[in-house]
């Protein structure tokens, strides 16, 4: 038998994982360390002489055999700060004087508010994953906190249940799935901001005295920040200043939160300068009545570890979240190259209309038509129809039965529009059911895009927004929906259940669109999914369990994507980034720009075609047509293969430039862009990474050429230290080409 102390994932000093300990606080269970190791990273935490559980170690794999000293409370700090407050504690909850960010915070039925949880019992629940009892030192209030560690790429998926044994209810007003603890240091904090049409600006910014919080308060994911949170460790050797989080180099620590709801991520400097990261329910109006018997199980906080900068960081998880988290996970299929008719036609959409677009569509090698907005109902403009989810018999006399059978005998799969949850005032199913919306009895309904927010966490209204989108995928041979949520909540009443119970809206509402994104998934195994709200406003990793890709932004301006598809791929993968080619000068900016450079912008990640192309010349379709071929041949590379960030397109450099490396190696693809050659500068010379240094690579332009001297062949090594020079310069300007091993 396998020694268990030689077994990385077994706790240290802990004879057998199989076993259950007793929940009776002994002094042997003072030397208990736990220990999970995946991947290059080793986490471990232990219980301290009070019986807290404390975080201990959280980096680069340790050796096997090493010991992790175990757990002592931090001393008091004068009369201020006492033990409690300094100890680094895995779930800290509030009570016994802690001014740090609590994990939980409770009220219970008598007012009592003071909640202490120690260390009850450890339980195995596989290879790489335990589950650790805690529980209030007098009241029966018990937390399970789960560990899962991927043992491929290190990252820790992290949560908590929280069960109410108390003969009362409780209110939870805060819970967090995980608290991470840092190494002391100084740091960089980096996330992602945004607005509507702006989303994926990468920030960074020294992490200092106190807490930075980046949060949703909306109900839903928002634009306005992302969960997800890397953490540099500043090298003082090479810092040149605050701002060093290197792209290759250096330790970062990162996590996501897998919550589609109101959410919020605190990283705290405390002022022993211990660097703590919280994350969970957003306790902004929170207040989740646990009755006796209960559980409350909070949202996953997956975290990870790179020695290799924020570039390692976005490659580890940008593999979890295709081998661990997609639907169709461990091997996601590169996402078809679709036409959507959106940018096109608008709400503007009719039989003949999208027959026409679809053959044109199929002309250049695409492989889904999706009909966007305006196909249902009354929907004219945005003024109406949503909720009411019939075909529109003015646009389809026939129903949507022509139109698919059309795009399929084109040779392409059908993909459709819906925003389910979402409800126009002036519609069939909102004079029906004016109380189906979130609302407070007797206040003004704010309407944002004209609409409302149905109140999806009430029984009839979620089987209502469930019955409707099954009987659509049963009646219409329908391959794809994109599924969009085109405002954030406003006055988020739900007075049909107990006043005390009114605030579960913010978990059920959630519960609800899982749980129907699940079953449409099982009743119709075919069908594929993209979250989409107003753009980026809704991607995370809780909604990419049941979602096939995202729309990152309704900005499709090929310029200001190259940044926002940066910032994009520091969290989530390319696999997943839809990217439309859409028409020239943009909408939004009233820029010009080359259909070549805008297709090669867009092959970056997931590729689409957004344009009008009853407005396309030969030589538009042609390019197209050479481009879309030569995507699909390299596709797979580019969003499946590890992504090196070249040169930043960010702080307003005129140039930029990114590859992906197959994970065998045998191929890269490299992507290349001039937008403001100044002062005659050539494009700077570009160094290659993670190829196979002995192997010999041959070049293939997709677009564009490098100096004339520049080998057709070359070793690894070459590529990546010689380099090659591009000839790239001008405006707007594009080139891409392809590296194959040879045999
Ligand atoms: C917002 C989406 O982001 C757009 O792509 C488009 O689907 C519109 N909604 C349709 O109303």
Redesign the pocket.
Known sequence: MKNPLKNPIVPILFASLLLTLSAAFTAAQTARVFRLDGGNSTYAFGVNERGELQALYWGGRLGAEDTIPPAHSFPQVASFDSSYTTTPQEYASWGAGLYTEPALKITFADGNRDLVLHFVSATAKGPQAMDLLLKDISREIYVTLHYSMDANTGILARSADIENREKQPVVIEQAAAAQWTLPPARYTFSYLTGRWAGEWTLNQEPILGGARVIESRRGTTGHQANPWFAISRDDSQSSVGPFAAGEEHGEVWFGALAWSGSWRITVEHTQLDAVRVTGGFNPFDFGYKLSPGEHLETPVFYGGYSDHGLGGASRLLHRFETARILPHAPDPKPRPVIY?S?EAT??NVNEAGQMALAEKAASIGVDRFVM??GWFGQRKD?HAGLGDWYVNPQKFPHGLKPLIDKVHSLGMDFGL?V?PEMVNPDSDLYRKHPDWVLNFPGRPRSESRNQLVLNLARQDVRDYVEGFLDKLLTENDIAFL?W?Y?RNWAEPGWDQVPIDEQKRVYVQFIRNLYSILAELRAKHPKIEIES????GGRVDLGILRYADEV?PS?NTDPFDRLSMQDGFTYAYTPQIMMAWVTDSPHWLNHRSTSLTYRMLSSMQGSLGIGANLNHWTQEDFATAKRLISAYHAVQRTIVRGDLYRLISPLNGSEFSSTETVSSDKSQAVVFAFADATQEGRGFPLLQLQGLDSNAEYKLGWIEGKALSDTPERASGAWWMRHGLQLELRGDYRAAAFRLDRQP
């Open positions: 959507n959106w608008e709400f966007d907005d945005d529009w925003e994109k969009d085109n989409c709200s107003g753009g729309w309704d």
